[in-house]
């Protein structure tokens, strides 16, 4: 009785929401429900055959391979060898999945609350090896019974939003740049490898898995954090964590035992970070769960990682995900296109602009070793970014809709 009321309740507040606001078109938004810990485990899990995204999330790269998370539902696996023509090779089902790693052969991805591993070494039998359980906590409904929210997507007629706040699924769990037998991800992430450890994060901890023997995760510990965490980012034996009041600098010398070095602060907003060498590039937007934001981009001098100081400041139009390589920094702008910048001069960026795509929405970018990726609503695309001034599109996978 308890739970269908809350399901009710639940219902009419997505719908609630939505109610009032101009209508023009179709989009696709999600309905809030719960589910037990018990129904969550039964639900199926495992490769299916390969088909179109409804929604795209985190992007990832690994070897040939491009994963597309499509947000609650799984990951889609495309052969990425030629980025002209990437191959969709597979659907990998995984309930409640918004987020994913790779190392070492070994696929983490969470499935609600609970971490799973899969051995993709063959990607034609991929094989769930080990499940780590009651990991990602915070989707626990309140009471002595364990509930989660879950989500449906359904089809409505598209919103302007006028009042009020509808959660987006990707705000509880979101990978970073690694090199070497890891892969690489984007800067909405909230997993992240580094020395042979996972870290994740959630609304307000910093979980560590033992991942040496990749197949056989081990989780460790949490570390408590201020709410309101959104991403994470690995460099030189640093975590830099994205919260929606600043960015955490945690030391991992010690890897089982990260240390927090600073925080720097700034206004309420949404907040993904990149770094390159001694400085971190931050973008804070308005939107979502932050309505009281700027839309611009901050440079940090993080040289000294215990006094983090900014020297620049950037008014952008709503900055998402970001990339840098060498002296290019690509961002993305969400509805208004993806722009790349010169950022040799970092107190010069905003006279440096190379290039504005303002027909390609963009949510997050990965400046990978063969190609460019964006991910936005529409789609996945990939670009030739040889010359950052003269962005050549070479495909792109486009969702259902």
Known sequence: MKKNLINALLFLFALAVFTGCKKDEYERIQIVKMISVKEMRALPVGMTKAVQAKRTGKIYIYN?????????????????????????VGFLQIPGNVDLAVHNNILYADNFIDLLAFDISNMNNIKQVKRVTDVFNQLYSAGAEKYLYTYKDT???????????????????????????????????????????L???????????????????????????????????????????GTNRGMHIFSTTDPANPVKLSTYSHIFACDPVV???????????????????????EVV??????????????????????????????LCEGNYGIKSFSIANKTKIADNMLQHLSNVKSFDVIAGPKSLIVTGDDGVYQFNYNNAANLTQLSVIKVQL
């Open 301 to 330: 001098d993080i040289e000294d990682p215990t006094k983090p100081q900014q020297i620049a400041v950037y008014p952008m139009q709503n900055p998402h995900g970001l990339s840098t390589i060498g002296d290019n920094l690509f």
């Open 199 to 241: 870290y994740t994060v959630g609304m307000n901890k910093l979980s560590l898995f033992d991942v040496k023997t990749a197949s056989n995760p081990t989780f460790l510990k949490a570390i408590n954090l201020d709410w309101g965490v959104e991403t994470i980012f690995p460099h030189e034996n640093k975590l830099f964590i």
């Open 155 to 197: 089809l409505v007629k598209k919103q302007t939003y006028k009042k009020g706040m509808f959660y987006d699924a990707a705000y509880f769990s979101n990978a970073s740049s690694q090199g070497g037998s890891s892969g690489q991800g984007g800067s909405m992430a909230r997993f992240t490898l580094m020395n042979d450890y």
């Open 64 to 88: 040939n391979y491009l994963f597309i998370n499509e947000p609650n539902e799984g990951i889609h696996i495309y052969n990425n060898t030629n980025p002209s023509v990437p191959v969709n």
């Open 275 to 297: 770094v390159q060498g001694k400085y971190a590039y931050v973008t804070l937007r308005t939107g979502n769960l932050c309505r009281q934001a700027s839309n611009q981009l």
